[in-house]
């Protein structure tokens, strides 16, 4: 929804994202009101328990969809928040209230009576609840919230959930707090360079701080001056004229390529340099002016091909294995080949994922999961399962797939992980299998 918001107010033709967008809209609300619970409330997977954080992230999106005006079902969003406020009145833990209390737009009693043991988290979010609801204590907490900046970002130590501190998602909403109260607070700039330092690539750490990430960054952009700067006039030929900048980019003060950016178009924002060649230990990226009136910033990304493949595991607070209960290199077609996975954690880890891809000329047979976990996928590649926790005791799983098309076919390393923490993994080895007509 956000995206179709920036497209429109920058007036960029979005007859192809719409069709896709609707799409995915539909096949999405759909899903989030097959989870809804009979009591109204959601959990983290299908079966396990309704969840009060979990019931909060959906009565949020929900009501964001209904006011950036997409249909929502009201009946769904009424029931989610009338479970939410019974979730609320019982929750002991202040991020998680914090976090009700901003989904619904009310119930500021409890947080504010408590403000002085509120997280720079909970105290964001309550800033935005109260600056939306137009109380005037917003400035009061904005104004503990700006004091307990470690420099350019936000932490929340002692988070609920294994998360580490939260500080992308704490910066980001502490960002949010700034603009709605104190737009010129110098901390917002210094905010905003820390959480573009922390982007791995064209994403962050996990999807939960990507989204807001993005949410906070759309906030600070200017969108309807950027408008003007992008406008087309469709009576002057359509198009602004290209206004090109040259500038060089040169690896270790030796090899240089050439980079053209064109000012009047911000679609065509990203460009590749190719090196050969990298030395062992440092190496240093330089950008060279050309054009004695170009000035830019610059975001970087580096990435690295290896020519070598991996043969060894990889053990970073989990561990994983999977055995067959036939040898890979000895299928025919039509076999049916059991595959178990055994998952162990260094300490008790919550909220974790495990992909176990198959051969390509296996499919997984749906329904075929089988052990203790909250939800099993079979995708065409691979069989994915999900837990609420994972200790240090092994968690053994087997699905079973079938042998479709004969081949040799690589198998990629299996995989274990906290979903919110990319930092806590493990990686098996990868395998081959062949299977004969």
């Not at 209904?66 to 249909?71: K, S, T, V």
């Not at 330092?197 to 309807?224: C, E, M």
């Not at 999961?369 to 065409?380: D, H, I, L, T, V």
Request: proline letters at 5%; aromatic letters at 8%.
């Amino acid at each position: 929804m956000l995206t179709a918001e920036v497209l429109s107010k920058l007036r960029i033709p979005t007859e192809q994202f719409n069709a896709s967008f609707q799409d995915m809209m539909t096949k999405g609300m759909k899903q989030i009101l097959v989870l809804q619970r009979p009591s109204g409330g959601w959990g983290w997977f299908d079966h396990d328990p309704e969840d009060p954080f979990m019931t909060a992230c959906a009565v949020q999106g929900l009501s964001e969809c209904d006011r950036l005006g997409y249909a929502v079902d009201p009946v769904a969003l009424r029931r989610g928040r009338d479970r939410l406020r019974e979730m609320a009145k019982e929750e002991k833990d202040l991020n998680r209230l914090a976090y009700a209390v901003y989904a619904l737009g009310e119930g500021f009693e409890r947080p504010l009576a408590e403000k002085d043991a509120l997280s720079p988290y909970a105290q964001a979010l309550l800033v935005l609840a109260l600056h939306k609801a137009g109380r005037p204590e917003a400035r009061d907490v904005a104004r503990s919230l700006a004091a307990a900046a470690r420099g350019d970002h936000w932490v929340t130590p002692n988070w609920y959930y294994k998360w580490d501190d939260v500080a992308i998602e704490t910066t980001a909403y502490a960002v949010q707090a700034l603009l709605a109260i104190d737009p010129g607070n110098p901390l917002i700039p210094k905010a905003v360079e820390w959480l573009l330092a922390q982007r791995q690539g064209n994403r962050w750490r996990s999807t939960k701080d990507t989204a807001v990430a993005i949410a906070t960054l759309l906030r600070t952009a200017g969108l309807d001056a950027l408008a003007d700067a992008v406008g087309r006039d469709p009576g002057k030929g359509g198009a602004a004229p290209r206004v090109l900048r040259k500038v060089g980019v040169v690896l270790n003060g030796g090899e240089r390529r050439e980079i053209l950016v064109d000012l009047n178009d911000p679609l065509r924002s990203s460009f590749e340099a190719h090196f050969s060649r990298l030395n062992a230990g440092p190496n240093q990226v330089a950008f060279e002016r050309i054009d004695e009136d170009s000035e830019f910033r610059f975001d970087l990304e580096l990435g690295q091909r290896v020519f070598a493949e991996r043969m060894d595991s990889e053990v970073r607070g989990m561990s994983i294995r999977v055995d067959y209960d036939r040898p890979l290199d000895a299928l025919r077609l039509g076999d049916e080949v059991t595959a178990t996975v055994t998952v162990s954690a260094a300490e008790a880890a919550d909220y974790v994922m495990v992909l176990s891809p198959i051969p390509a000329g296996c499919e997984v047979i749906r329904g075929s999961g089988q052990g203790a976990f909250a939800r099993f996928e079979a995708r065409y590649e691979k069989a994915i399962f999900f837990f609420r926790t994972v200790g240090s005791e092994p968690v053994r799983l087997t699905y079973r797939m079938r042998c479709s098309f004969a081949g040799r076919y690589a198998v990629p390393p299996a995989w274990a992980g906290i979903m919110y923490n990319e930092e806590v993994f493990g990686a098996g080895a990868p395998a081959e299998a062949l299977i004969r007509p």
